[in-house]
Structures are given as structure tokens and as C-alpha cells.
């Protein structure tokens, strides 16, 4: 009977990376052909053709964008992560009735759809001059994923004994220093989590971006991918190519992080 399950798991699992890669396979496909190869997307080329590369990186400036999107990314995951910590730290070890009320409205925000509140949104970041800057769409982006970040860094800290924080409160040391020195390295599977469902979100992000980053020299990727559409024509294969140029810092980001990643969701689900 359990070997039954085990094969029943592994086909399920076999099926799902399947249906997962389809896309991928799909955007290589269309990357490496000709735009008068009309052949099926299901067939991968018996040629090789890198014009469709050239074309995202001198068309769709993707140097341009990869740094824009880079900066984003890293400022945004940052300002996620410090004060995502920050933030938890208290509400984990503080179990009072206003805390837990605290962390129920945080929750309550994350249900909030971000388009829903896109005009107030963009009157307020346009009167403080933060249309089209780093700092706007960082800001934006921080506050957005910022409830996800405390959520699970609080569920992480619950589980972690008091016992250490009274044990540097006897040797002396301020709720700084317990929280720098001890619970903060202690925090790497999940830090490891919120930095790749965060950095995914702010790398992939195309709903503000559109919107608070009007400028052409402020184009991310997502808006550098978008540029091959339009209302007239459109370059499938050039747009593939900046995709899969676009999926590699992802990937490796990730497998960099797996092992930290999958211990993190496990121990924050936990409680």
C-alpha cells in the first residue's frame, strides 16, 4: 500500500514539473526562431538563431532595465527584510491582546488587492514627487510586501525558545542586542524565504511599475518585455528571448537559496 502511494506521489510530482516546464520550453522555442518560421511552438528549431538576443538587448534595452530592476529589487528587499524582522520580533515575543489584533490587521492587509487603491495611491506619490524615481516605486513595493515579511518572520520567532532572551538579559545584553546578535542569525531560513517570494515579486513586478514608472530611462523588465506589444505589430520571438535573458537571475537567486527557502516555509507553517 505505501509503495503504491510512493509511486502514486512520484507520477503527481512527475506531472506537475511537467505542466511547470511546458512555459519554459514554449519560450525557447519561440526564442531561438526566425519571425517567418511559422512552424508549431512545439517544435524546437534544427537551427540557431541569437538575433531575437540582440534584438532584447538593443531594442528593449535590457541592460538598462536588468540594472533598474536590480536596484528595485535590492533597495525594496532590503527595507522587506530589516523591518519585516524588525517588526515581528515584538509582536512574537509580546503575546498580548493588541499584538495579536496587530498582527490579525496585518493579515487583513494582505487581502487588500493592490489595483484597488491605485488612484490614491499615485495622487499621493505624485504630490511628493515620486512618479518615476527609485525611491516611489521601492516605497510602494516595500509597503505592499511588507505584511507578508512580518507575517512569517513572526510565525518563525514563536518558535524560537525565550529562554535565549532571558539568558542575554541575565549576561546584560538590551533587546537590540538579543535581537541583533542572537535571534537575527537564527533567522536564515526564513530570511531566505521572504527574500525570494519578495525578490520574485518586486523582479517580476509590472502592475506598479506601469503606472509609477513613466519615464523610458526608468523602464524595468517587465515593462522592457511589454515594449515588443503593441496596438500594431509585436515580436513574439525578441519578447521570448528578453523573458528567458530575464528568468536567469531568478533561477539562480533560487537555487542558491532552496535549502533555506523550503526549511523556512516549513518551520514558519509550523505554528
Known sequence: MKKK??????????????????????AIS???KKQTDLSSKWILPNYLYLENFADAFKKA?????????????????????????MAAYPLARIQT?????????????MMV?????????????????GISSYWGIILVIATFQLPLSIFLYTKFIAT??????EAAKIDGASKLQI???????LLKPVTATVIILTGIFAWNDYQFSLFFLQAPEMKTITLAIASFF?????????????ALIAILPVVVLYLALQQYFVKGMVDSAIK
Open 97 to 109: 491582546k493588541f499584538n495579536k489584533w496587530v498582527l490579525n490587521l496585518i493579515l487583513a492587509v
Open 230 to 242: 503593441s496596438h500594431s505589430s509585436s515580436n513574439m520571438n525578441a519578447a521570448a528571448a528578453a
Open 160 to 165: 524560537i525558545p525565550d529562554a535565549l532572551d
Open 5 to 26: 502511494n510512493s509511486i502514486g506521489k512520484s507520477v503527481i510530482g512527475i506531472l506537475a514539473s511537467i505542466i511547470n516546464f511546458l512555459p519554459f520550453y514554449i
Open 61 to 85: 534595452e535590457m541592460l538598462l532595465a536588468i540594472r533598474n530592476s536590480t536596484i528595485i529589487t535590492v533597495f525594496s528587499v532590503t527595507i522587506i527584510v530589516l523591518v519585516g524582522a
Open 179 to 185: 535581537f541583533y546578535k542572537i535571534i537575527l542569525p
Open 113 to 129: 488587492p493592490p489595483l484597488s487603491i491605485l488612484v490614491p495611491l499615485y495622487s499621493n506619490l505624485s504630490s511628493w514627487g
Open 30 to 32: 519561440v526564442a531561438f
